[in-house]
């Protein structure tokens, strides 16, 4: 696609309930970002892919977090047992390259936990 | 203390204006230094990115990095309201690919 692609775009959950958010990085972009965006907080960095694996997953907050990349393509970040706190914007991000100076965003998954 | 300091605003000024955006950090082996624009519920697009010290030049749009100080900034000139949007500066070591962001400014330009 022409962009990064994220899904969904808005998803309210129950406290307790497991998520799945999904993006689809541009075509050819080998490295894969997950970054977390809360009210009035800039963006925390979540996980880092280079192809399927993930050298930097320094940024998760919990085991409740995890993520997958399959195919060098499409990224899957699932939070289970969903907290309040998990509130927030889901933004993934995609470069050409592992140097990450030029990295595109996508539009973000919207997570409300109620 | 945060690694990477931004002032929140919201930051008004009328169309035209020079628009001057800043950021201080605090990990020296910081290097790279980026420049985002984010829409209200869009993600945050690039503008500019530079390494070291010194200027870059991008149409309206100048990036300075002062490495010795810890202070980057944005400046816009000639202002439009379409700039009005919240800027993010980031930065990263040379070794690490992830990205540290400041908290955003939020700019308006008015008529």
């Known amino acids: 696609g022409a962009g990064v692609s994220q899904s969904p775009s808005n998803k309210v959950t129950e406290k307790g309930k497991d998520v799945e958010l999904r993006c689809d990085p541009i075509?050819?972009?080998?490295?894969l970002y997950w970054y977390r965006q809360s009210l009035g907080q800039g963006l925390e960095f979540l996980i880092y892919f280079q192809g399927n694996s993930a050298p930097d997953k320094s940024g998760l907050p919990s085991d409740r977090f995890s993520a997958e990349r399959t195919g060098g393509s499409v990224s899957t970040l699932t939070i289970q047992r969903t907290q309040q706190e998990d509130s927030a914007v889901y933004l993934c991000a995609s470069s050409l390259d592992y140097i990450g100076n030029t990295i595109y965003f996508g539009e973000g998954s919207w997570l409300t936990v109620v | 203390q945060k690694e990477v300091e931004q002032d929140p605003g919201p930051l008004s000024v009328p169309e035209g204006a020079i628009v001057s955006l800043n950021c201080t950090y605090s990990?020296?082996?910081?290097?790279?230094f980026m420049w985002y624009r984010q829409y209200s519920r869009k993600g945050p697009e690039l503008l500019m990115y530079t390494y070291s010290s010194g200027n870059k030049e991008d149409g309206r749009f100048t990036a300075q990095v002062d490495k010795s100080s810890k202070y980057i900034s944005l400046f816009i000139r000639d202002s439009q309201p379409s700039d009005s949007a919240t800027y993010l500066c980031?930065?990263?070591?040379?070794?690490?690919?992830?990205?540290?962001f400041g908290t955003g400014t939020r700019l308006q330009v008015t008529l």
């Open positions: 990990n020296s082996a910081f290097q790279y």
């Open positions: 980031a930065m990263r070591t040379g070794t690490a690919s992830k990205l540290t």
């Open positions: 075509s050819g972009h080998t490295a």
